[in-house]
C-alpha cells in the first residue's frame, strides 16, 4: 500500500528508542516524560506479569496523545503510573519538572465507567475536587462555568443514576476539569457511549481542549477515534506491553472522518497492528 | 445534547398517576361507593354486638370501650361523608380502607372470644374493654415507664450505634484495627448481651448503666460488622478517582469510603435496633426498677393480665414508632439510592 501524505514517515514508525522530541524534552520543556518505564505485577502465587516494558515517551504541553493497541499492552496501565495511582517498577515518570511519586490535582483521570459518587448531586460532585483540595470556597463561583462548558446547567440537583451514559461522562469530565489540571488522562472515556453519543462527545472534548489548552492523553480501542482527535497516535503490542510506534497526525483540524487522508492513515494503522490483510 | 437530557428527564414516573387515575375511573360507582362504607359497617357492626350481646365473663363492665366504639362510629361516619363529597380525600384514603375495617373486626372478634361469649380463662385473657380501662386507669405510671424506657434505649442505642460506626470504620479502613479487631469482633460480638447480664450488674455503679451498656453491647456488633464490610467493599475506582482529586486520607474516608458504606450501615443500624428492643425489656427485668419490661414482669407477677397486654400493645406502637422513624431516616440519607425524582 502507499504510504499518506504523512510527514515525518521515517521517525514515525521508529520503534520504541527515544525520539528526538523525548530527548528535547529532557530539559524542561515537556509536560509529561516518560523514560524508561516498566511494570511488573507479582501476583500471590509469586508468578510475575510484565504489563509494562520499557516505554520511553514524551508530550509536549498542551498535546493530545492517543494510546491505541489491543487489550493487554499496557496502555492503562501506562496511565495509571502517570495518574500516580501505580508506582513503575522501573524507570522515571516526570510531569513537567516533578517526578510524579503520587496521584496530583494536576493530572486529572477520566475512567470508561464514569465513576460518579452516587451519593452527591451533579453539581457536588463537580464540586468535590474543590473541596478534596480544601479550595471549595475560594472557587465555588467556578463550578458552574464548569457545569456549562460540558452543557449541565440545570442538572446542578440531580443525582447520577438520573442521567444518561453520556450526560454522566460529561459530569465526570466537568469534575476532573474543576481543578484545572495541566495534564487530563482519559482512559477510553467514551467507550461505553453509543456510536452516536461518542462522536459528539470527540467533538465535545476536542472543543475543550482547544478551549483550555489542556495536555491530553486519550487511551482508545477506536483507531477512528485516536486518528480524529490526536496529534501522535502511540501504538501498543501486547505481551509483554511496551510501544511500537509513535505516529504523528498531521491532517489539518476540523478533520474529516472519511477524508482520503483519513482513511488511508486508517488502514496504515490496521495494517501495523496485524488487521489487514497482506503483511509479511 | 438536549435528546439525552430529555430522555433522562421523562424515563421517571410521569405517566404513573395517569395510569392509577385510568384505573380509579373504571372501578367507580357501586363498588366504590361499598369500599367507602366498609368501615362504618364495621365499627357500626362492632358497636351492635357490644351493645346488644349479653356478657358471659364475670368482670366489671366499663364505659371506656363503649366510649371507644362510640368515636370509632363518628370517626368512620366522618371518614365516609368526607369521601363520597371530596374527591381528593378519597383517593387518599381509599387504600387504607380494607386496613382500618379488618382492625375495628379485629376489635370484634376480641370482644366475642373474651366478654361475650368466655372462650378463654380469665384473668390471663382479658377483653378489650378491661385492657382499654388498665390503659386509662394506670395511664400517669405506663407514661412514666415507657418514657424511662425510651432513655435507656435512646442512650444504649446511640452509645452503641457510635461506637460501632467508628470501630467499623477503623476495621475496615485500617489493615492493622483488622488484624486486631476482626478476633474480638468475632469472639465477643455473637455473645447474646443478655448472657452478660450477671457481668454488667457487678460492672456498673446503677442499674440504668449497666442496661444501658447492654443494649450497646447489643447494637454494636451488628453495626461494626456491618460498617466494617461497608467500608472494605467501597469500589476502589472511587477512591482512585478521589485521590486524582487532590483527596488526603480524611477525604477518602469521610467523603468517600463512608458514604458508600451508608447502605451497609444502615443495614448493621436495623439489626442493631431489633437487638436493642430485646436487650431493653430483658434488661429492666433484671436490676432496673422502672421501664416496661420492669412493669410487664410486675404486671404478670400480679397476675394483672389486663396491664400485661395494656404494655404489649404500648411496646407494638413505641418500638414500631422507633422502627418507622430508622426507615424515615435511611429514607432522606440514601435518597440517591433511589429512583426518587428531586427537580
Known amino acids: ?280 | 445534547m438536549t435528546a439525552s437530557v430529555e430522555s433522562s428527564q421523562s424515563s421517571v414516573p410521569r405517566d404513573m398517576p395517569v395510569q392509577r387515575a385510568h384505573v380509579m375511573r373504571g372501578g367507580q360507582g357501586g363498588r366504590a361507593l361499598f369500599m367507602a362504607a366498609l368501615p362504618l359497617l364495621a365499627a357500626a357492626v362492632s358497636w351492635c354486638l357490644h351493645r346488644y350481646l349479653p356478657n358471659r365473663q364475670t368482670t366489671q363492665p366499663t364505659h371506656f370501650y363503649p366510649l371507644l366504639l362510640n368515636a370509632m362510629l363518628l370517626f368512620t361516619g366522618g371518614l365516609f361523608l368526607i369521601q363520597i363529597s371530596w374527591p381528593v380525600m378519597g383517593k387518599w384514603f381509599r387504600p387504607k380502607a380494607p386496613l382500618l375495617t379488618a382492625f375495628i373486626l379485629l376489635l370484634a372478634v376480641w370482644d366475642l372470644i373474651t366478654l361475650k361469649f368466655a372462650l378463654m380463662p380469665l384473668p390471663y385473657f382479658p377483653g378489650p374493654d378491661r385492657v382499654l380501662n388498665s390503659l386509662v386507669d394506670n395511664w400517669r405510671d405506663l407514661a412514666q415507664c415507657t418514657g424511662y424506657s425510651l432513655v435507656l434505649l435512646a442512650s444504649g442505642f446511640a452509645l452503641g450505634a457510635g461506637t460501632g460506626m467508628i470501630c467499623g470504620v477503623l476495621i475496615g479502613w485500617s489493615p492493622r484495627f483488622r488484624y486486631w479487631g476482626m478476633p474480638v469482633l468475632k469472639t465477643v460480638g455473637p455473645i447474646p448481651a443478655t448472657a452478660l447480664v450477671p457481668l454488667a450488674l457487678i460492672l456498673f455503679p446503677s442499674a440504668f448503666l449497666s442496661g444501658a451498656s447492654l443494649i450497646a453491647l447489643a447494637v454494636w456488633f451488628p453495626v461494626t460488622m456491618l460498617t466494617a464490610s461497608g467500608i472494605a467493599n467501597v469500589r476502589m475506582s472511587y477512591l482512585d478517582v478521589a485521590r486524582t482529586l487532590g483527596a488526603g486520607r480524611r477525604f477518602l474516608i469521610f467523603r468517600v469510603a463512608i458514604p458508600a458504606a451508608m447502605p451497609s450501615i444502615f443495614i448493621g443500624l436495623f439489626m442493631g435496633l431489633g437487638a436493642s428492643f430485646l436487650t431493653l425489656i430483658v434488661a429492666e427485668t433484671v436490676g432496673v426498677r422502672s421501664g416496661l419490661g420492669w412493669k410487664l414482669a410486675w404486671a404478670q407477677q400480679w397476675t394483672e393480665y389486663d396491664q400485661v397486654y395494656a404494655i404489649i400493645a404500648i411496646m407494638a406502637v413505641f418500638f414500631s414508632g422507633i422502627m418507622t422513624l430508622l426507615f424515615k431516616l435511611r429514607d432522606r440519607v440514601l435518597v440517591w439510592q433511589k429512583g426518587v425524582i428531586k427537580w
Open chain 1, 1 to 280: 500500500m502507499v504510504m499518506p501524505s504523512l510527514e515525518p514517515p521515517a521517525s514515525a514508525t521508529g520503534a520504541a528508542a527515544p525520539s528526538p522530541s523525548a530527548m528535547s524534552a529532557l530539559s524542561g520543556a515537556s509536560a509529561l516524560q516518560i523514560i524508561g518505564v516498566g511494570k511488573t505485577f507479582v501476583a500471590a502465587d509469586e508468578s510475575r506479569v510484565i504489563a509494562l516494558q520499557d516505554a520511553t515517551l514524551s508530550v509536549r504541553p498542551g498535546e493530545m496523545i492517543a494510546l491505541v493497541g489491543p487489550s493487554g499492552c499496557g496502555k492503562s496501565t501506562l496511565l495509571r503510573l502517570l495518574a500516580g495511582l501505580d508506582q513503575p517498577t522501573t524507570g522515571q515518570l516526570w510531569a513537567g519538572e516533578q517526578r510524579i511519586s503520587g496521584p496530583s490535582a494536576q493530572r486529572g483521570l477520566v475512567f470508561q465507567d464514569p465513576n460518579l459518587f452516587p451519593w452527591l448531586t451533579v453539581r457536588r460532585n463537580i464540586e468535590s475536587g474543590l473541596v478534596a483540595r480544601g479550595a471549595l470556597r475560594e472557587q465555588r463561583h467556578e463550578v458552574p462555568q464548569f457545569m456549562r462548558l460540558v452543557g449541565l446547567e440545570g442538572f446542578a440537583n440531580a443525582y447520577p443514576h438520573q442521567l444518561s451514559g453520556g450526560m454522566a461522562q460529561r459530569v465526570a469530565l466537568a469534575r476532573a476539569l474543576v481543578n484545572q489540571p495541566s495534564v487530563l488522562l482519559l482512559d477510553e472515556p467514551l467507550g461505553a457511549l453509543d456510536a452516536f453519543t461518542r462522536m459528539r462527545m470527540q467533538d465535545e472534548v476536542l472543543h475543550l481542549w482547544e478551549a483550555r489548552g489542556t495536555t491530553m492523553l486519550l487511551v482508545t480501542h477506536d483507531i477512528d477515534e485516536a486518528i480524529y482527535m490526536s496529534d501522535r497516535i502511540v501504538i501498543m503490542t501486547p505481551r509483554p506491553g511496551r510501544i511500537d510506534c509513535v505516529l504523528p497526525v498531521s491532517l489539518p483540524r476540523p478533520r474529516e472522518r472519511n477524508s482520503p487522508a483519513f482513511l488511508a492513515l486508517r488502514s496504515h494503522i490496521l495494517e501495523m497492528l496485524h488487521f489487514a490483510g497482506s503483511r509479511s
